[in-house]
T-cell receptor
Framework: NAGVTQTPKFQVLKTGQSMTLQCAQDMNHNSMYWYRQDPGMGLRLIYY???????DKGEVPNGYNVSRLNKREFSLRLESAAPSQTSVYFCASNDRALSYEQYFGPGTRLTVT | GNSVTQMEGPVTLSEEAFLTINCTYT??????LFWYVQYPGEGLQLLLK?????DKGSNKGFEATYRKETTSFHLEKGSVQVSDSAVYFCAAQGAQKLVFGQGTRLTINP
């Protein structure tokens, strides 16, 4: 049981490049989330997917898009990376019918130069 | 919407000291409350939780009690160890998601 996995672990992009962060969970959870973590800012929600086939904006969605590919996978895309998107990105999942506790992946450290 | 305010850090203590990290929340109703811990280079892990007023969550020597009168969920540990050095996040259940505090960095010196 791997829990929540994220790829890649590290990435360096130049301004204007695009990339997709991948997230998968094997806990049969309905809901999945993308957060960014910046120093002194805690975690801020970018997008979430309450169930397969739905996605909604969080606090800081600008510059990002998401795809809930199936129940297991939820990807985050940066179409044109900017230095302000330098951050650590975490994916999480849960089954809100059982508990609001969220399970987190190990994170992706992204640097945009 | 719900919000969470955490004691600002960083906090530095000596091994075996008593730890308190304050957390207060504002919410409609009585949300479930959580403490998460993040060790260096890792994701967040659930440390403990409480789902209703007066519940006490506990794990690894840490405790927190859901106090609706003071809308608080302070984290405590009687004797900290070097291995407790990490960032601690308080969180509250929101309408569709968790609402996190800003995190408190804890360093324990031997």
């Amino acid at each position: 049981n791997a829990g929540v996995t994220q790829t890649p672990k590290f990435q360096v992009l130049k301004t204007g490049q695009s990339m997709t962060l991948q997230c998968a969970q094997d806990m049969n959870h309905n809901s999945m989330y993308w957060y960014r973590q910046d120093p002194g800012m805690g975690l801020r929600l970018i997008y979430y997917s309450a169930s397969e086939g739905t996605t909604d904006k969080g606090e800081v969605p600008n510059g990002y898009n998401v795809s809930r590919l199936n129940k297991r996978e939820f990807s985050l895309r940066l179409e044109s990376a900017a230095p302000s998107q330098t951050s650590v990105y975490f994916c999480a999942s849960n089954d809100r019918a059982l508990s609001y506790e969220q399970y987190f992946g190990p994170g992706t450290r992204l640097t945009v130069t | 919407g719900n919000s969470v305010t955490q004691m600002e850090g960083p906090v530095t203590l000596s091994e075996e000291a008593f730890l308190t990290i304050n957390c207060t929340y504002t919410a409609t109703g009585y949300p479930s409350l959580f403490w998460y811990v993040q060790y260096p280079g890792e994701g967040l892990q659930l440390l403990l939780k409480a789902t209703k007023a007066d519940d006490k969550g506990s794990n690894k020597g840490f405790e927190a009690t859901y106090r609706k009168e003071t809308t608080s969920f302070h984290l405590e540990k009687g004797s900290v160890q070097v291995s407790d050095s990490a960032v601690y996040f308080c969180a509250a259940q929101g309408a569709q998601k968790l609402v996190f505090g800003q995190g408190t960095r804890l360093t324990i010196n031997p």
